[in-house]
T-cell receptor
């Protein structure tokens, strides 16, 4: 049973380019969460999605960032016109149930570097 | 406004001794609490959890204690092993909302 998969593991972009981060949840999980970890900081919640729905995007910057979780395929976190401050590790997590005490299972993360 | 605090950014412990990691939260409505361990270049890994109806949960060398009146959570690791060296995050959860993570404590277990 494969765990949460993220790709790419490392992504380098120049300022102004777009970054696309992909997350495939664990089999049977229909809830996906994206977190960002800046250097020397903890995990900050960005967005919570179910299939085809954004449930909570309160942690996501209003501009340049978007997320989707289509009916088929992985969840995508998209950052347009990247800036140096976007350099961070982006983790996604998945869980099987909503509003439950089920644990979130994390992927290995995508490390984004903006030059 | 930090809802979850881990006031010790780092902790060093001798192998075989007890490691105690602490976490404080501000909202008494949180009802589920977890600890995650994170190695460099990897995602966080679930370690142990406790619900608000309990005050202690044990799993092998790991025990989590919850003091609801003090809004305080702690993780005890005994005996500590060098492989326990990692960053430990506490996370809190309220049904219908999202996990809130603390900033982490870096544990170093010295051989």
């Amino acid at each position: 049973n494969a765990g949460v998969m993220q790709n790419p593991r490392h992504l380098v972009r120049r300022r102004g380019q777009e970054a696309r981060l992909r997350c495939s949840p664990m089999k049977g999980h229909s809830h996906v969460y994206w977190y960002r970890q800046l250097p020397e900081e903890g995990l900050k919640f960005m967005v919570y999605l179910q299939k085809e729905n954004i449930i909570d995007e309160s942690g996501m910057p209003k501009e340049r960032f978007s997320a989707e979780f289509p009916k088929e395929g992985p969840s995508i976190l998209r950052i347009q016109q990247v800036v140096r401050g976007d350099s961070a590790a982006y983790f996604c997590a998945s869980s099987p149930l909503i509003a439950s005490t089920d644990t979130q299972y994390f992927g290995p993360g995508t490390r984004l570097t903006v030059l | 406004d930090q809802q979850v605090k881990q006031n010790s950014p780092s902790l060093s412990v001798q192998e075989g001794r007890i490691s105690i990691l602490n976490c404080d939260y501000t909202n008494s409505m949180f009802d589920y609490f977890l600890w995650y361990k994170k190695y460099p270049a990897e995602g966080p890994t679930f370690l142990i959890s406790i619900s608000s109806i309990k005050d202690k949960n044990e799993d092998g060398r790991f025990t989590v204690f919850l003091n609801k009146s003090a809004k305080h959570l702690s993780l005890h690791i005994v005996p500590s092993q060098p492989g326990d060296s990692a960053v430990y995050f506490c996370a809190v959860f309220k049904g219908g909302q999202n996990f809130v993570f603390g900033p982490g404590t870096r544990l170093s277990v010295l051989p």
